[in-house]
């Protein structure tokens, strides 16, 4: 009863209704900022006062592959106008997938006071609600990465010793169930490919698309509960979830981490990462091989 | 005639260099650059068509003379397809939400009343607020008069306030087209209704004899933009062409905000109006309102106007300080305190409550064009008495 409360409370902490946003967009706190990632969409119409954030070049090392460093972060939240205190709200389209990313960025550095629009671009516009074509300028931020908190990020060392049980864990295949089984590489029409399909020996396969509502939004504590407990996913071993690029599993990390108050790490190197990897034992039911048969 | 040309010349470089000095300073930007280079557009727009809702009036009812008239249609069906343009990327559907920048103000009796009253200080003053203002520019020593007289009606105005806010207008209902009759029904309907209005126009007021034939080329062109007058119906749509860049990229077309924040300040200072106007942050309009800077943006706005309808005069020749009789000066401080009351009232005047309402699709600039119609026909009467 109580940790309901808690992970309630832990919820509410997290998550914004598009109704909050919509009261709150004068609030000189609050700033709202969309991580949208097929082109044109932010330009098309935002959210009033949101600032527009590309997922490829400034939340990710531009050379390296890599999450945008601790610098690079601080200055792209120093011209957004976001300080320490400011109240950040992220959303963005695909179900706020790439605004998860974001999320998980600011708690990786330090940000106190994020929160993610529930339903996201998805629900604001089936709402119906107005959307403003200028890009705002706010005064300069100062915001400043005090701490670094990498405990929340997986590499593929990491999931190697969770797969050889040399450390206690569980993973969480966010990927759809024909990724997962190897039945295909990614779904149709996808650049980023791998040279081996299948999924991690051991993983759950609880497809990110089954903690949402038709909406967009998240659905309830404890329907998540239940949706992951029956994959046998309850919390008490430390999660790493992953997807193909590690924007899928930032949404199932934030359902995890900041819904359900789990120990989990998000593997942003994923699938691209493991399954083109030399080496590494691989998972595949139905025995697909790159150009094979 | 080179003095002149050098004299707007250097009137027009300063204005661009504003804009330039404000688009990257720390408490201005990107929008305020805007709003000074819309609002030297508009001037010089203004200037060189004569645009004035005075003339659309009076000179329909006194002389049968239509030209002002039908620039006024063509620049609210222009600004209201311009605006429909952008109403569509705002609001896809306006079934459930307002524009939350557009005057879509309630609807209400205050409107109709603050019409007349600005129709007739109008008509008396010889001009409403963006027309004195132009002629400011053109070196008018009358339209100062006007300006004070309205900032002194304000001050009347604010007395009244609260009373038609709590019977009036915190209860009006808002009546925005698009939402009952969505977008397309909107605009056939208010297209049909301002196509309708200029035939009435054109049918019952004669045209004047066209112009004979003139030479083109570009040195002609060029001259005929920057030096001759251009056609009512020109300005019309310059007009509204500007009001909706306006809208998509600031707020909504507007003059009188900081005239009226002016009177408010000078009045507070002087103790003689009350400091607290009941409800007026929530309501959309031309409101007094401070920000941090110096220059609130309806005042970079303003100056700007004038400076372009400056810059205009100087190029045509048009330039000269006026004066006028006794009576004239009489006539404006009066036409100007009931302009200010009207504005106030209404929150707008001809441009920001008309023409942004109406572009905007709302009953509220519907009603206040009503009232203005009626209070300038009164006004041309009595301008008759008078004469």
């Known amino acids: 009863m109580a940790l309901s409360l808690i992970l309630a409370a832990l919820a509410q902490d997290a998550l914004v209704s598009t109704d909050w946003v919509f009261q709150n967009l004068q609030n000189p706190k609050v700033r709202v900022v969309e991580v949208s990632v097929d082109p044109g969409v932010y330009e098309k119409g935002h959210v009033q006062g949101a600032v527009g954030w590309k997922w490829h070049s400034e939340l990710c090392n531009p050379v390296n592959r890599d999450i945008v460093s601790p610098e690079a972060f601080e200055k792209l939240c120093q011209s957004a106008g976001i300080s320490n205190d400011s109240t950040v709200v992220l959303y963005g389209d695909l179900n706020n997938w790439f605004a998860c990313w974001a999320y998980w960025m600011f708690t990786m550095y330090g940000h106190k006071d994020v929160k993610l629009m529930n339903g996201g671009r998805k629900k604001w516009e089936l709402e119906k609600r107005p959307m403003d074509l200028n890009v705002p300028s706010h005064p300069a931020g100062k915001f400043k990465v005090t701490s670094t908190n990498l405990a929340l990020r997986a590499r593929l060392w990491d999931v190697l010793k969770v797969v050889e049980k040399k450390e206690p864990g569980v993973l969480v295949d966010v990927r759809s169930p024909d990724e997962h089984t190897g039945k295909v590489f990614a779904p149709p029409g996808i650049q980023e490919l791998s040279i081996r399909a299948g999924c991690v020996p051991g993983a759950r396969n609880i497809p990110w698309s089954k903690t949402v509502n038709e909406d967009g939004t998240f659905k309830s504590v404890e329907e998540l509960k239940k949706l992951y407990a029956e994959a046998g996913v309850d919390g008490t071993a430390p999660v790493i979830a992953y997807c193909r690029i590690g924007e899928r599993s930032s949404h199932t990390w934030f359902v995890l981490k900041m819904l359900l108050g789990f120990d989990v790490r998000n593997y942003d190197g994923s699938w691209t990462e493991y399954g083109n990897a030399v080496g590494v034992p691989i998972e595949n039911k139905t025995g697909t091989i790159w150009t094979g048969k | ?387």
């Not at chain 2, 600005?118 to 004195?132: D, E």
């Not at chain 2, 004979?212 to 310059?238: E, I, K, N, Q």
């Not at chain 2, 924040?261 to 200072?269: D, L, M, W």
Request: hydrophobic share 55%; proline share 5%; charged share 10%.
């Open chain 2, 1 to 387: 005639m080179m003095i002149r040309y050098a004299a707007a010349a250097v009137l027009a470089a300063a204005l661009v260099l504003a804009a330039a000095r404000l688009h990257g300073h720390e408490s201005y930007g990107r929008a305020a650059s805007f709003t000074l280079l819309a609002g030297a557009a508009f001037g010089f727009a203004i200037q060189r068509s004569r645009f004035c809702f005075t003339a659309a009036f009076r000179d329909l009812y006194l002389l049968r003379d239509r030209r002002m008239a039908l620039g006024t249609l063509a620049a609210l069906a222009s600004g209201s397809v311009g605006y429909l343009v952008v109403l569509g990327a705002q609001l896809p559907d306006p079934s459930r939400y307002l524009p939350p920048t557009a005057h879509i103000a309630p609807s209400g009796l205050h409107l109709v009343l603050g019409g007349a009253a600005f129709g007739t200080g109008m008509v008396l003053a010889g001009g409403c607020i963006s027309g004195s203002l132009y002629r400011l520019g053109e070196g008018s020593l009358v339209a100062p008069v006007t300006l004070g007289a309205a900032a002194a009606g304000y001050g009347l105005a604010f007395w009244t306030w609260d009373w038609f806010y709590l019977k009036m207008i915190a209860e009006g209902p808002v009546v925005w087209l698009p939402r009952s009759l969505g977008y397309a029904g909107a605009a056939a309907a208010q297209l049909a209704a301002l196509a309708l209005l200029a035939g009435l126009v054109l049918w019952k007021c004669p045209g004047l004899p066209p112009r004979p034939g003139a030479p083109v080329g570009p040195r002609a062109a060029l001259r005929r933009a920057l030096v001759d007058g251009w056609p009512s119906w020109m300005g019309g749509l310059a007009v509204g062409a500007i009001a909706t860049f306006v809208f998509l990229r600031t707020s909504p077309l507007g003059v009188t905000s900081e005239l009226s924040r002016v009177s408010h300040e000078i009045g507070k200072a002087l103790g003689i109006v009350p400091v607290e106007l009941q409800g007026l942050g929530k309501l959309p309009g031309c409101r007094p309102a401070a920000t941090g800077a110096a220059f609130t943006p309806n005042a970079i706005f303003v100056l700007a106007l004038v400076g372009g309808s400056a810059v205009a005069a100087l190029l045509a020749g048009e330039f000269k300080v006026r004066v006028g009789r006794p009576r004239t000066f009489a006539m404006a401080a009066a036409g100007g305190l009931l302009l200010g009351f009207g504005a106030m009232i209404s929150l707008g005047c001809t441009v920001g409550t008309m023409l942004s309402g109406i572009m905007a699709f709302s009953l509220s600039g519907w009603l206040f064009a009503a009232g203005l119609a009626g209070g300038a026909w009164a006004g041309t009467k009595l301008m008759r008495k008078l004469a």
